[in-house]
């Protein structure tokens, strides 16, 4: 016990300085909450005069030591690994660890020691939610109904990660097929948010958001319908990017919604965000919705601090939306949101406020298509081909059983609410209709965005809350999707980072920031959102460390 | 990889109650390709009424009489299955006959994560059938998903075209065969779409359980609903022959109605003449001959009008009907309660449809001569319409008998060299016209040379199945066995002369008058030429000499 201990103390020494600060000197709520404040006046920033030095890429990090000798990819890989044994019995962010993670880890120091080149992933451990096909390990989206089911080919974008060096840590656990906001409905388990073990790590990619927060991983992969990468990046304190739909090629994701689908991306910064998700972009010709635009090299955005300039997003204009900050909103996350709006003003960002006149029809529109297409996509669980099969003498029995014990109650209400909504008679006053909006919806974002670079709200109406509490009223859980649907309705890219603390839990709960950028322009949003995380007083969003651990 | 994922080829795995299957396609709405014969027998036995109409009961006389009082309007759905390399929507082998779920992929198999992609082939096809049948073509189309559970349909929807078919609106032109009346009709075409296939079921002897073959899940189809503009089964037979000329001489499908490339589901009411609406509309499946569809139909009109007869018309009621062969009768398959909800919506997966108007000129020009235009080509170069028929019926044989008459070969004759001892010839050995060694070229000098008097039409026969079987020239041929036509009056009259003289007995007989004989001496004469005499020249010198007073 003693001994993974200091392993655990030796990783976060190696890989994350601010841990280590926090691991010696527990954060004081109110200490952290005076420097955001500090942060946000209009004092123009110069250079940090904080204690807590801004966050550094993970994926730098590991590869300026793996390529300096520091340290072995094999050391790197064994501390997560012992981390993730000293902390899942508490979070339960994992549905499966991976066997293989040393033996990659291996062959990375053997390319080492060969003076081999480096995939720029090399080393990198990622944790990847359980709806996206891993080869030869399971992968269930969360769902009894694919308990075991192991898919016989990677998704292109685990492929791609696999070729550039990265290691998969293992599968993380996730809302069932998506549907959820809590990811209190996996099949399997629930997953604790490391900030408070009683709370929620939002979803539906609350394990990867989760391990990200919890340092049990370095970067992972996570699924956004309709914020189920932004939402729980805002619940756990990392960042959280939602491409531009057709940025990443779906193929082997399992479908929720595929015309809302994207692949995305979390980290503890945006640059670590950002690296990964360039990693994983690009047109793929076994995804037709993939796009072929070309994807610039984000990583020139990630400039060291010591080179902005005084005013480093001078002129960049920012709109901040009015409908998000209305009735509804928790009053912490407003009063944090204004914050953050004031500090990009202080880093030189014209800020004004816009409006989206179809913001709140976004909601009903979204559950109607994703549900909907979630009707057809589920079919294929069927029982017949893979997955669990029940027994039976008749085929409809097969049917019924195999989807009624495979599939969980919120799958199942969705379905049914999918297939009234596409049935004769009713597809016009739902499904048409829903297109309707969601070509009003794209009208104003689009507006919106050319009179403004980028368009900010908060990433949720409140901070990550109570496991249980929401459970028994759907309703309550689907009104906390009313900041991102209408990103994924537009088909729009949004980054989601952390910009304040709120009251809650041992030490405060992260609050996040939602930036959305025009389709495509996920360049943008990563320069302002890395200037902004590498600006931000006192940003060290690391969770408290777990009672046993610390 | 995927065989050993795929359990249901291990039967027990799939245990389905044959019989309870069927039991619930009666019921269902779905549109299933029926195997089954033992589906309804106790159900055929609650309706006397069709003991009574035996196929051999109503001869086209009885129908005649029947069609004085009533109208039957007939409209037929064809599916053809297009050939090509590779599936619609995945890069498996289009391969028919193949060992049961050897050419499946994830995306046919519809596992999880998989995406299709279109097969460019498969529009470019439904272009040119959709030029064919005289469509508008749609520039803009999409694909839908068409939804119902069957284990034969892996995804639990059918990828397809619901609102906005490639084509729509064209018509196709036949001609009757004389034997049944001949004319002139044109039937009308609703509209042509693209669509997938599903696989197939295999049900076990015990009817214990049944199994999948996927191998033909996702093979592209075009359907073609045609408008309903038939009255007879001969119409119906005969637009499903020009289909499969039209989709044979375009060259996108095999046509085979044996291996269900070409399948017909026939649709027919009758109505009292004089009646201004439509009858009960009954759809009749399992149609593997153009002589099925035609007797199927027939033995309908005669089922509904006797029970309009019979004052029973609301025993005509909407269902889908299954033509038996060995019996000559149609038997209820299931009835149709209310419309089928397939719950269309558009297919998220694939991207519209576009074509541009360079795209289907060129696909227009490329075209090639079409049945009807070729019948009306021959019909003006003065063949009579047996022969016009004949030929344009067998694309191959259409360019056979083109490329003979471009060598300048005389329509007429090369029409009879074909129609009776090639056709003959091709019959006995069962081959097509592409399998026999003689070119057109062989054949146009072989008339040629009959035509010039170089051999007799009877040495003419004998190269022909020579050059049928072994191929050569006709030249080379005459040559090598010396075959030349004798023509030298002098050369003749010299074997006439020793003829005669070789026989005084028969000569003496003829001279006293029986002039029967005449064959006697010709034939006498033809086989010490070896044949090569002329005919004309021969009988004209022998009957000289014959008549001759010495």
Redesign the interface.
């Known amino acids: 016990m003693i001994g993974e201990l200091i392993k655990i103390l030796k990783i976060t020494v190696l890989t994350s300085k601010n841990s280590k600060e926090i691991a010696k000197k527990p954060w004081k709520l109110n200490s952290i909450r005076q420097t955001v404040t500090f942060a946000s006046s209009s004092s123009p920033v110069t250079t940090t005069t904080t204690s807590v030095s801004p966050p550094q890429s993970q994926i730098l990090t590991t590869r300026r030591s793996l390529l300096s000798g520091e340290i072995t990819a094999s050391e790197i890989a064994k501390s997560y690994l012992s981390r993730i044994r000293l902390t899942e019995s508490h979070l339960k962010c994992f549905l499966h660890v991976s066997d293989n993670v040393l033996k990659y880890a291996q062959e990375i120091d053997q390319r080492i020691a060969k003076g081999e080149e480096l995939g720029p992933l090399a080393g990198v451990l990622i944790g990847v939610k359980d709806n996206i096909c891993t080869e030869g390990m399971p992968s269930t989206a969360g769902s009894r109904i694919l308990e075991h089911y192991r898919p016989p080919f990677d998704a292109t974008a685990i492929k791609k990660i696999k070729e550039l060096g990265g290691i998969v840590v293992g599968k993380t656990n996730m809302d069932e097929f998506g549907m959820g906001s809590t990811t209190e409905a996996s099949a399997f388990q629930v997953t604790a948010n490391p900030w408070d073990l009683n709370r929620v790590p939002g979803g539906s990619s609350g394990g990867s958001a989760a391990a990200v927060a919890a340092r049990q991983c370095m970067v992972s992969l996570g699924s956004d319908t309709g914020g189920s990468v932004r939402q729980p990046a805002s619940f756990c304190g990392v960042v959280g990017l939602k491409p531009t739909y057709g940025r990443v090629s779906r193929f082997g994701l399992m479908a929720y919604a595929s015309s809302l689908d994207v692949i995305g991306c979390f980290g503890s910064t945006v640059a670590d965000a950002g690296m990964l998700l360039h990693a994983i972009s690009g047109y793929d010709r076994f995804d037709s919705t993939s796009s072929k635009q070309e994807v610039p090299e984000f990583q020139s955005q990630f400039l060291p601090m010591d080179l902005f300039e005084s005013k480093p997003l001078k002129g960049v204009r920012v709109g901040l939306i009015r409908e998000t900050l209305e009735e509804g909103v928790d009053s912490g996350v407003r009063s944090v949101t204004q914050e953050a709006a004031s500090h990009l003003e202080a880093l030189g960002c014209v800020l004004t406020e816009v409006s989206l006149p179809s913001f709140s029809l976004g909601l009903p529109a979204y559950y109607v298509i994703a549900s909907s297409e979630s009707s057809s996509n589920l079919s294929r669980y069927d029982g017949v081909r893979y997955g669990n099969q029940v027994m039976a003498d008749e085929l409809n029995k097969l049917y019924e059983c195999s989807r009624g014990e495979g599939f969980g109650g919120e799958v199942k209400m969705r379905i049914l609410m999918g297939t009234y909504a596409l049935s004769a008679g009713y597809y016009d006053a739902y499904y048409k209709r829903a297109q309707q909006v969601r070509t009003l919806i794209r009208k104003d974002f689009k507006a919106a965005l050319e009179q403004n670079d980028i368009l900010i709200s908060p990433a949720a109406p409140s901070a990550a809350y109570k496991i249980g509490e929401k459970k028994d009223d759907p309703l309550a859980m689907y009104a906390g999707d009313i900041m991102t649907v209408n990103v994924n309705l537009a088909g729009l890219p949004a980054i989601v980072l952390p910009c304040g603390l709120v009251e809650g839990g041992p030490l405060g709960l992260p609050v996040g920031l939602q930036m959305i950028g025009a389709a495509f322009d996920e360049e943008k949003l990563l320069k302002v959102g890395h200037i902004f995380e590498q600006t931000l007083k006192g940003s060290s969003f690391v969770p408290p460390l777990l009672p046993n651990v610390a | ?2 065989t050993t ?4 080829i291990q039967p027990n ?5 044959g019989t ?2 069927f ?2 396609r009666r019921r269902s709405n779905f549109s299933v390709r029926c195997c089954g014969t033992q589906t309804t027998t106790t159900h055929e036995a609650k309706q006397p009424s069709q003991s009574r109409i035996a196929p051999k009961n109503h001869g086209s006389n009885k129908l005649d009489e029947i069609l004085r009082d009533y109208e039957a309007v007939i409209g037929i759905e064809t599916h053809v299955q297009l050939s090509t390399f590779t599936k619609a929507f995945c890069s498996c082998p289009n391969n028919y006959g193949s060992h049961p779920n050897t050419s499946i992929c ?1 995306v046919c ?10 097969n460019s082939k498969v529009v470019e096809f439904g272009v040119r059938l959709g030029l064919a049948l005289n469509c508008d073509l749609s520039l803009k189309s999409k694909f839908d ?1 068409k ?1 119902y ?1 069957y ?1 034969d349909l ?4 059918q990828i397809s075209q619901f609102d906005i078919p490639i084509a729509s609106g064209g018509y196709v032109d036949v001609d009757i065969p004389l034997e049944f009346g001949g004319g002139h009709r044109r039937f009308g075409i609703t509209r042509v779409h693209m669509e997938e296939d599903a696989g197939k079921l295999l049900h076990s002897d015990t009817g214990d359980y049944s199994q ?1 073959d996927l191998n033909r899940a996702g093979v592209p189809l075009l359907e073609i609903v045609s408008e309903p503009d038939m009255r007879s089964g001969i119409e119906a037979a005969e637009y499903a022959s020009e289909m499969q000329r039209i989709v044979r001489y375009l060259g996108v499908s095999n046509g085979n109605m044996q291996e269900g490339s070409l399948r017909c589901d026939v649709n027919i009411s009758i109505r009292p003449i004089g009646q201004a609406e439509f009858g009960t509309k009954v759809e009749i499946k399992n149609l593997n001959a153009f002589s099925a569809i035609s007797r199927a139909i027939d033995f309908e009109i005669s089922r509904q009008a006797l029970l309009y007869n019979q004052g029973q018309a609301d025993q005509i009621v909407s269902e889908t009907r299954l033509w038996e062969e060995g019996a000559q009768k149609s038997v209820t398959m299931r009835k149709k309660e209310g ?1 089928a ?1 397939y ?3 558009p297919e ?4 519209e449809v576009i074509l541009t108007q360079d795209y289907v000129d060129s696909i227009r020009s490329s075209l090639p001569e079409l049945p009807e235009a070729k019948r009306r080509r021959y019909e003006a170069m003065g063949l009579g319409m047996q022969d016009v028929l004949f030929l344009a019926n067998d694309v191959s044989v259409a360019e056979f008998f083109d490329a003979v008459i471009g060598k300048g070969a005389e329509v007429k004759l090369a029409a009879n060299w074909i129609m009776s001892d090639i056709a003959a010839y091709l019959k006995n050995e069962d081959l097509s016209i592409n399998d026999v060694k003689l070119t057109p070229q062989e054949l146009a000098e072989l008339i040629a040379a009959i035509k010039d008097g170089t051999i007799s039409g009877k040495i003419g026969k004998q190269i022909l199945f020579e050059l049928l079987a072994k191929g050569g020239t006709v030249q080379g041929m005459i040559k090598a066995k010396d075959l030349v036509q004798i023509t030298d009056p002098a050369e003749i009259e010299k074997m006439v002369l020793k003829v005669v003289s070789e026989n005084p007995k028969q000569l003496e007989q003829y001279r006293n008058g029986r002039t029967k004989l005449e064959g006697y001496f010709a034939g006498q004469v033809m086989k010490m030429s070896k044949g090569k005499a002329n005919p004309g020249l021969l009988n004209k010198i022998l009957l000289e000499k014959l008549n001759a007073k010495d």
């Not at chain 2, 795995?13 to 109650?17: A, D, W």
């Open positions: 990889m995927s994922l795929f359990r249901t795995q799939f245990t389905l109650l309870a299957l039991r619930r994830p198999m519809g596992l999880p994560g998989a995406l299709p992609v279109l998903r939804q559970f284990p892996p995804k639990g929807y999948v419309l909800d719950r269309y919506f998220p997966d694939l991207p």
